[in-house]
Nanobody, 124 residues
Framework: QLQLVESGGGLVQPGGSLRLSCVTS????????IGWFRQAPGKERDRVSC????????YYAESVKGRFTISRDNAKNTVYLQMNSLKPEDTAVYYC?????????????????WGQGTQVTVSS
C-alpha cells in the first residue's frame, strides 16, 4: 500500500524558513515523480513544485521560484521541499503526491496517491 507522510510544517515569521519532508513507503520511489501542492482555506489545491523520478527535472510555480527548492533522496524514500523567504501568502496545508511516471503532471488528477498534509503558517 502506497503511503506518503508529510512533516516539517509549523508557524514561522515572514522571511523565515522551513523544510518539509515527504516520507514514502509501500513502493519503489525510483519509479515515481513527486509533486508538492498546497491548499489555502477557501481556495483550490495548487501545484507548488514537482521533481521527476530521477531528479533530473524540476518545476516550480512562479510564486515560489527562487525561494523554494525541491530535492529527493530515493535511498531514504524521502522528498524534501526547502522553503526560504516565506511570505504570509505561503500559508496553506502542504501535500505531497506520487505519480508512477518519470514525468511530473500539471494537474491534481495526474497523481495516484496523496499524503495527509502538513500545515504551514507564516505570520508575525
Amino acid at each position: 500500500q502506497l503511503q506518503l507522510v508529510e512533516s516539517g510544517g509549523g508557524l514561522v515569521q515572514p522571511g523565515g524558513s522551513l523544510r518539509l519532508s515527504c516520507v514514502t513507503s509501500g513502493f519503489t520511489l525510483d519509479y515515481y515523480a513527486i509533486g508538492w501542492f498546497r491548499q489555502a482555506p477557501g481556495k483550490e489545491r495548487d501545484r507548488v513544485s514537482c521533481i521527476s523520478s530521477n531528479g533530473a527535472f524540476t518545476y516550480y510555480a512562479e510564486s515560489v521560484k527562487g525561494r523554494f527548492t525541491i530535492s529527493r533522496d530515493n535511498a531514504k524514500n524521502t522528498v524534501y521541499l526547502q522553503m526560504n523567504s516565506l511570505k504570509p501568502e505561503d500559508t496553506a496545508v502542504y501535500y505531497c503526491a506520487a505519480r508512477r511516471n518519470y514525468a511530473c503532471s500539471i494537474s491534481v488528477s495526474g497523481y495516484d496517491s496523496w499524503g495527509q498534509g502538513t500545515q504551514v503558517t507564516v505570520s508575525s
